[in-house]
């Protein structure tokens, strides 16, 4: 049963974070907010809401190794699976924004986070704001250099929301917010009787079987891309998403309830191994193929995340 609580749960998590993206956008247009803002503002944050959701409902329910494991097993499953599996498929072409913005800042987070929790075993109400505002402060700085370099708004944003009705957007949020819900709920419950039923602990289930869930959508529509040799989610969406995570579902979290490690796996492993796949993207962008993820290279990202998933597992049994 505890498995039914899990599907039903990720089922409503990605509607519910559907409607909440278009409610969202529609809402946008109305205030007149350019297309480059909503991509890279709104639909970056709603698209965030059902890891934040899953985060906060672990936390409220005195689960605080989900609401970490949650957040650090989607970063490594963002680059491990998704990335590893898209350009194992198909080679991904790597924008020199890259190195220049988006990779340090995911990497400053991801340090930040680690230096945090070994402080104080805590993430508090501070700390948390202080990882929303070098959010602001990103995305300001995104916005400014993308206007001031011409950048297009998102193909990814539909335009036909602009005429959407003042009833379907209320109708959206209500629908998007309930299936959010009770999806996270569903899934937090469900994640804490699998992990009973394995014998494993719950840091084991959030880094692996919940993370993994999560990153479904993105891996589904890489892939689907990929075999039809249309664009595939891109390097910068994935490390747009981790930014995210630490800063707005880390942060957002503990704003409203501290998050405690529990489990010292987690800072004994699992933020290693977050750590080491957002790291060993530099070399693997510029070596050998400047540029270029290619096959090889998402056969070995994939590679190591298998690795990880067994680790993790057998580390917990031992």
Do not use: C
């Not at 993206?21 to 007149?32: D, E, I, M, T, Y």
């Not at 079987?209 to 589904?220: D, F, H």
Request: glycine share 8%.
């Amino acid at each position: 049963m505890s498995f039914v609580w899990v599907f039903f749960g990720l089922v409503l998590l990605v509607v519910g974070g559907e409607f909440l993206v278009r409610s969202s956008v529609a809402l946008s247009f109305k205030f007149n907010i350019s297309k480059l803002v909503i991509g890279m503002t709104v639909v970056s944050f709603a698209t965030s809401v059902p890891e934040l959701l899953v985060s906060l409902q672990a936390a409220l329910d005195g689960s605080p190794d989900i609401a970490l494991g949650n957040v650090i097993g989607s970063n490594i499953a963002n680059i491990g699976l998704v990335l590893g599996v898209t350009a194992f498929i198909s080679p991904l072409a790597i924008s020199k924004d890259f190195y220049k913005l988006n990779w340090p800042m995911m990497m400053l987070l991801s340090i930040a986070l680690y230096f945090i929790l070994k402080s104080g075993l805590v993430i508090n109400f501070g700390e948390g704001l202080a990882l929303v505002f070098s959010l602001m402060i990103f995305l300001y700085i995104l916005i400014r250099k993308s206007i001031k370099e011409g950048v297009e708004a998102s193909e990814e944003i539909d335009e036909a929301l602009q005429s959407t009705s003042n009833f379907k957007i209320i109708a959206w949020l209500i629908i998007g917010g309930l299936a959010l819900y009770y999806g996270s709920e569903w899934l937090v419950d469900g994640a804490k009787e699998v992990a009973l039923s394995f014998g494993v602990t719950e840091r084991v289930i959030s880094v692996t079987m919940v993370a993994i869930g999560t990153s479904v959508p993105e891996l589904a529509a890489s892939v689907i891309a990929a075999l039809k040799k249309e664009k595939a989610i891109s390097l910068g969406n994935l490390i747009g998403s981790n930014i995210f995570n630490i800063a707005s579902v880390l942060g957002l979290t503990a704003i409203i309830h501290p998050i405690a490690v529990n489990n010292p796996n987690i800072l004994s492993q699992d933020i290693f191994w977050m750590l080491g796949f957002a790291a060993i993207l530099l070399p693997l962008a510029f070596l050998p193929k400047k540029l270029t993820l290619g096959r090889w290279k998402g056969m070995l990202i994939l590679a190591s995340y298998i690795v990880f998933v067994y680790v993790t597992f057998l580390g917990d049994k031992i």
